[in-house]
């Protein structure tokens, strides 16, 4: 175990490098840049301005010297101040949007794994029954929903009419509606994830063989076939995990949720090129530790990957 951990630990530096310089230079090759009418407010700074601050922000200087102190800091986790917030460091505006994605993403999970695995072993169990055919046609409007139409219709009934939720995002009713939207879709994905690798595994010899020797069903279920089951489900939790965590950029817009989406999304249009990297390479690293802790979660949903080199 503990060496498979430290080989997924280097192998986190290539990948963050790798992620740090195709988005580093597709950034700087995109149109625009942070002081254009367009990103700048509306607003045509004068030229001997732009001089002046792409000499402060040292975006005068050639790209690849640009790229190497990018990469001399970044290595220091210094990933130098916000170009529209003033003053203002990265690590202290991801700081600030992370808490609000992160909470959000959790309950969404919670949700999702409390609705979509029951689902989908009830569905596998119940095969061809009224349960499994009502089971895949919810998870099939669930999964094909753009999930932008499930929020503004949620926002429209429980915040517009009955008023149980407040419209702007404030105190903890504003994380419920987020975390609903973002639970379905995830739990809908799940469910048929979970049902069709079930109804694989009742296929498999050690299955038949564990009910010819006369064990019930309970058991059949929970030591042959939804342990083996699981393995399918396993890889795609982490990645699940980390989408929703690091934020979702369309919910937090609807909801109006200060997250890391909207974050992301908002550097971008103003060409924040430090946020830009920041928020990149912090979702490139969320991602490798959750695909990390699924690897682990291996170990102990199948021994068998333990003998592996």
Do not use: C
């Amino acid at each position: 175990m503990i060496r498979l951990v430290l080989n997924r630990l280097l192998w986190t530096v290539p990948v963050l490098w790798l992620v740090a310089t195709v988005t580093f230079f597709l950034m700087h090759a995109a149109p625009g840049g942070p002081w254009d009418a367009k990103t700048a407010g509306g607003r045509s700074l004068d030229p001997a301005l732009q001089a002046s601050f792409d000499r402060k922000y040292g975006l005068d200087e050639p790209i690849w010297r640009q790229y190497a102190l990018f990469l001399g800091n970044a290595v220091q986790f210094d990933f130098g101040t916000s170009f529209t917030r003033e003053g203002t460091d990265v690590e202290e505006i991801i700081l600030r949007g992370f808490p609000y994605s992160a909470k959000i993403g959790l309950f969404a999970f919670l949700l999702s794994l409390a609705i979509g695995i029951p689902v989908g072993v009830l569905a596998a169990l119940k095969q061809n029954t009224i349960i499994d055919y009502a089971s895949l046609l919810l998870a099939t409007v669930g999964y094909t929903l753009p999930s932008f139409v499930l929020a503004i219709f949620f926002l429209v009934v429980f915040a517009v009419r009955l008023e149980w939720i407040p419209v702007l995002f404030q105190e903890w009713r504003g994380y419920i509606l987020p975390s609903l939207v973002l639970g379905l879709g995830s739990s809908a994905f799940l469910a048929r994830l979970t049902r069709s690798s079930m109804l694989e595994v009742m296929l498999q010899d050690h299955v038949r063989t564990a009910r010819a020797k006369g064990l019930g069903q309970r058991l059949v279920v929970t030591r042959h076939i939804l342990r083996n089951s699981m393995i399918p489900v396993l890889t795609v939790l982490g990645p699940t995990l980390a989408g929703l965590i690091t934020g979702t950029i369309i919910i937090e817009r609807v909801f109006g949720v200060p997250g890391m989406g909207y974050l992301f999304i908002a550097s971008i249009t103003s060409r924040d090129y430090p946020v830009i990297m920041g928020t990149t390479l912090f979702y490139a690293f969320i991602i490798v530790l959750a695909n990390l802790l699924v690897d682990l979660t291996y170990l102990f949903a199948d021994p068998r990957i333990r003998t592996i080199r």
